[in-house]
């Protein structure tokens, strides 16, 4: 069995646990979060390792110094949380939510907002970033955490878009 087969295997039955096993027996917002960003999670390692697997494939090729720190500089941004969910929403996906998640970054301000925190969300990937920081290093500062089972019809929203439209041209396993 080739390798790419085994990893679509692999991912299936791990979003088959999540939204089939896990989600409709979850009632806290907060754990419906974590279990939806694990599936984030798992899209932006692989894309980590697609862009680094990339940055590899160009500079055995052969580089200028110029070209190799600029390579240098690709690979640390790929290692950048932010950096790699920016790039799943906006070039690893062939829709464009971005252009029209208005409602879906308006939920995250507000949620931002009414818990007093002071969060510039300006995109959905930028919101998807903060909601994340938020509630894996700053939970204890969450008061109030109306509004997060909004935010999270909005990111099972998105996951199922990117999910059916995820850019295969760009993944290579």
């Known amino acids: 069995m080739k390798k790419e087969h085994l990893a679509m295997i692999s991912i299936i039955d791990y979003l088959k646990k999540i939204f089939v096993e896990l989600l409709p027996n979850i009632d806290d917002p907060i754990f419906e979060f974590y279990f939806l960003y694990q599936v984030i999670e798992y899209f932006i390692n692989e894309i980590m390792y697609i862009e680094q697997d990339d940055m590899i494939k160009n500079y055995k090729k052969g580089s200028t110094a110029s070209e190799i720190r600029n390579s240098v500089n690709e690979l640390l941004s790929s290692l950048d949380e932010k950096s790699r969910i920016n790039k799943f929403v906006n070039k690893y996906t062939k829709t464009d939510f971005q252009a029209i998640s208005h409602d879906s970054v308006q ?12 969060v510039t969300v300006n995109n959905f990937s930028d919101g998807l970033y903060c909601t994340r920081n938020y509630f894996f290093h700053n939970h204890f500062r969450i008061l109030n955490i109306s509004g997060l089972d909004l935010i999270n019809i909005h990111i099972t929203n998105f996951i199922c878009d990117a999910i059916s439209s995820y850019n295969t041209e760009v993944h290579i396993t």
Do not use: A, V
């Open 107 to 118: 939920i995250m301000k507000d949620f931002f907002s009414n818990n007093s925190l002071d």
